[in-house]
């Protein structure tokens, strides 16, 4: 075992960069040419057929089956000139990643033989056999079938051989059982409740977008050292493994020069991104060793997320190819940093107008004022259900644990920012906010200045900070799906929109100016958060837990607790009212959130108990016998004093193998125990009490690793996992 282990490593190490093939021409050439593009459209569909299906993706109305056939007939031409025999329905259940069932394009030809075939039937809707996704019992209890319809708001690509139709999942009575149909009613909700306003300050404005830019972080691990690591391989993160001597103590990571193998990875990746239309933008190496990033320019919100899933699924793919394994855990490694997902948000027209920006003129910055102080406000009623969007039993490594986010959602807004609210509440309503030119501020107005949007004030520990153009919710973990947090943080936002508009109604029957009622219905808004949700300082201090309770902001910090956010009534009031999710809907989900907790942490227990007693005792035993013979040679040949560090050391051995064994069996006692209770929440509450002794066993581990002869230590450690690329 031990030599196995130094030759994986051996190996590992002296692997080169994999060459990677890179398309001719420049980027532009082939940029989404796996995608059924509006050119594609264009090319591939008659004139009439172009321009019925244009017009149900920009109004969101739904395609007649006439036009359905003929889009379908110009996608199979164009899916067979790029080698494609299978299609399948492309959607986002309540699972880790994305579901995909093939179907080849066959069918007989009457004739003796097979033609390919593609209708608009199969185009816009199939009943997969998917009785397996989590449903929350939604399935059990009404219709066992589920359905998948295309959104041909998410363009059909191509993945290898087959062509790949993005659609919701929903059940025979409707409740959605996916990600995507939440989210394109909460970005329905979210247009709905803001356009009435922005009409207000510009009357052509037709359509408000959410827009989202996602930041991946990730860790590689080179693919034979990953298989040599169980808990990896089932878990997705090491369940021990003692801190290397060096870890990120040096900041010599972050930003650091890409080492070959990697750079020949994220040039692939970056190629096949490209070639699926996905606009990747930056790449840099992390503040872990091995962790790095990459984020795409910002797009709309429902295909932004879809072009995350996809990528998820390249990376693996293309990891692969260059020997490495991609880790999207949210916490791999003890001791640095975990990975985390910002999902940096903004509001925009049709127009071309960021709401999240400062305008062009005093009118321009009233709405950016309005829309930003809304958005701060609808994080504050709902910054319990924020954090409840984020929270899984992976993201709960990082929830609290000294790293973005702290289990408390407050705001950040930086010295701008902070300075314009607090103006303007002194200031009386109307004051016309104006940027301030090279001068600063003129008399009575209130300046935000030009270097503003350049802000670089930064402040890392913020789980939901202003950035100048956007807002960035830092809390969302590396393997989620955005759309949990996009959800939620679209819909508060337009319920805020919708009783704001409410009160600058009644503010503007009473006769006021515009401008005048805008700010007094804003005026106790901005009061308000600037004493609860926003916070510049410290978020990782003892003093700031105390303050945002006193402060009343949810400070829960276990997980299935957090959950329940979901169902209370502020929360249901809310998600109801904007057509998001039904209480059934919002029952179902947490069913499965509750399951799924417990499952990750059943697996996780069990693989710690299997490699404790598997790997880890045997391989201490094996040293410790060792040990055992060189006393009784030393006693042998330098007398009965001799060896009393060996002896010591020996029971030192002897007593860690008893403690994990003790705290194995008292784990799995418990996970009996759990295992019997009948109620999904109670249940998952168990499972966080049996996620807590994870720690326990794995210490006496982590010692033992620092006492056993190198040479006989089974897995490989940190030092190897996460230096060697
Ligand atoms: P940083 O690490 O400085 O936060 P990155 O460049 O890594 O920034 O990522 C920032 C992300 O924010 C990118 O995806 C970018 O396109 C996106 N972004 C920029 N402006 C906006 C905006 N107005 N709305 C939404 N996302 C935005
Ligand atoms: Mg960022």
Same mark, same amino acid.
């Given at each position: ?474 809390? =969302?973990?590396?393997? #989620?799906?955005?759309? !949990?947090? $996009?959800? @939620? &943080?679209?819909?508060?936002? %337009?319920?805020? /929109? ?10 503007? =029957?009473?006769?006021? #100016?515009?401008?005048? !009622?805008? $700010?007094? @219905? &804003?005026?106790?808004?901005? %009061?308000?958060? /600037? ?14 837990? #105390? ?179």
């Amino acid at each position: 075992m031990a030599n196995l282990r130094s030759a994986i490593v051996h190996d590992a190490f002296r692997k080169k960069a994999v060459d990677v093939p890179v398309p001719d021409g420049e980027v532009s050439r082939y940029y989404a040419e796996l995608v059924f593009t509006r050119d594609k459209m264009r090319r591939y569909l008659d004139p009439e057929t172009y321009d019925v299906l244009t017009k149900c993706i920009d109004e969101g109305e739904s395609l007649d089956l006439a036009t359905a056939d003929k889009v379908a007939a110009g996608m199979k031409k164009w899916a067979l000139e790029h080698g494609v025999t299978h299609i399948t329905h492309w959607f986002q259940p309540l699972t880790d990643g994305t579901a995909e069932k093939h179907d080849s394009l066959i069918d007989y030809d009457g004739k003796g033989g097979v033609i390919e075939t593609f209708t608009g039937k199969s185009l816009v809707q199939q009943e997969p056999d998917a009785s397996s996704f989590p449903s929350g019992g939604i399935r059990a209890t009404f219709e066992a079938r589920g359905y998948t319809a295309w959104d041909p708001a998410s363009p059909v690509f191509i993945q290898d051989d087959t062509m790949c139709i993005p659609t919701v999942f929903v059940s025979y009575t409707g409740e959605a059982l996916d990600f995507k149909t939440p989210l394109k009613r909460a970005l329905k909700a979210v247009n709905e409740a803001a356009l009435p306003i922005c009409q207000m300050f510009d009357k052509s404005v037709k359509h408000v977008y959410s827009y989202l830019g996602w930041e991946q972080e990730y860790f590689l691990v080179d693919e034979d050292l990953y298989s040599a690591r169980p808990d990896l391989m089932i878990t997705g993160r090491t369940l021990m493994g003692h801190e290397s001597s060096k870890n990120q103590q040096l900041d010599d990571h972050y930003f650091g020069a890409i080492p070959s193998r990697v750079a020949a990875f994220m040039k692939d990746l970056e190629t096949e991104g490209f070639k699926l239309g996905i606009p990747l933008k930056t790449r840099h190496k992390e503040v872990a060793p091995n962790q790095f990033e990459f984020a795409p320019i910002y797009g709309e919100t429902n295909l932004s997320n879809d072009q995350n899933q996809q990528i998820m699924n390249v990376m693996h793919k293309v990891a692969r190819k260059h020997g490495f394994v991609v880790l999207l855990h949210e916490k791999p490694f003890a001791g640095v940093n975990g990975s985390g997902k910002h999902n940096n948000w903004s509001l925009g027209t049709d127009t071309g107008v960021s709401l999240m920006a400062p305008g062009k003129d005093a009118l321009g910055n009233l709405q950016f004022i309005t829309f930003f102080v809304n958005t701060l406000y609808a994080v504050q009623r709902h910054n319990g259900l924020l954090k409840a969007s984020i929270a899984s039993a992976t993201n709960a490594h990082r929830l609290g644990a000294n790293e973005a986010p702290p289990a408390i959602v407050s705001a950040f807004l930086g010295r701008t920012m902070n300075e314009v609210l607090h103006k303007l509440l002194e200031s009386p309503s109307g004051t016309p906010i104006e940027i301030a030119g090279k001068k600063g501020a003129s008399v009575g107005t209130i300046g935000i200045p030009q270097i503003f949007i350049d802000n670089t004030d930064r402040n890392r520990t913020s789980p939901f900070a202003f950035t100048g153009n956007r807002f960035e919710y830092r809390a =969302v973990g590396s393997s #989620a799906n955005c759309a !949990a947090a $996009m959800i @939620t &943080l679209n819909t508060a936002v %337009a319920e805020q /929109l919708l009783d704001f508009k409410v009160g600058l109604d009644a503010e503007l =029957v009473s006769g006021k #100016a515009f401008e005048v !009622a805008v $700010m007094d @219905t &804003l005026k106790p808004l901005i %009061a308000s958060i /600037l004493d609860t949700v926003c916070f510049d300082g410290n978020g990782y201090s003892e003093e700031w837990k #105390a303050e945002a309770a006193r402060r009343g902001l949810d400070t829960e910090s276990v997980v299935p607790k957090m959950f329940l956010e979901y169902e209370k009534e502020d929360s249901v009031k809310m998600f109801t009212r904007c057509g998001v999710f039904s209480e059934k809907e919002l029952h179902a989900r947490n069913e499965v959130k509750f399951e799924t907790y417990v499952k990750k942490v059943q697996i996780e227990a069990r693989v710690m108990g299997r490699m404790a007693v598997n790997h880890i005792i045997p391989a201490a035993l094996e040293y410790q016998t060792k040990l055992l013979q060189n006393i009784s040679l030393q006693k042998e040949l330098l007398g009965d004093d001799a060896a009393a560090t060996e002896i010591s050391m020996a029971r030192e051995i002897s007593s860690l193998i008893s403690e994990i064994r003790t705290r194995v069996k008292d784990i799995t006692e418990a996970r009996k125990k759990a295992n019997k209770i009948e109620d999904s929440y109670e249940k998952a509450l168990a499972y966080s009490e049996i996620a807590n002794m994870l720690p326990g066993i794995r210490k006496p581990i982590d010692a033992l690793e620092e006492i056993v002869d190198n040479a006989a230590w089974p897995l490989p450690k940190y030092r190897e996992l996460l230096f060697i690329s």
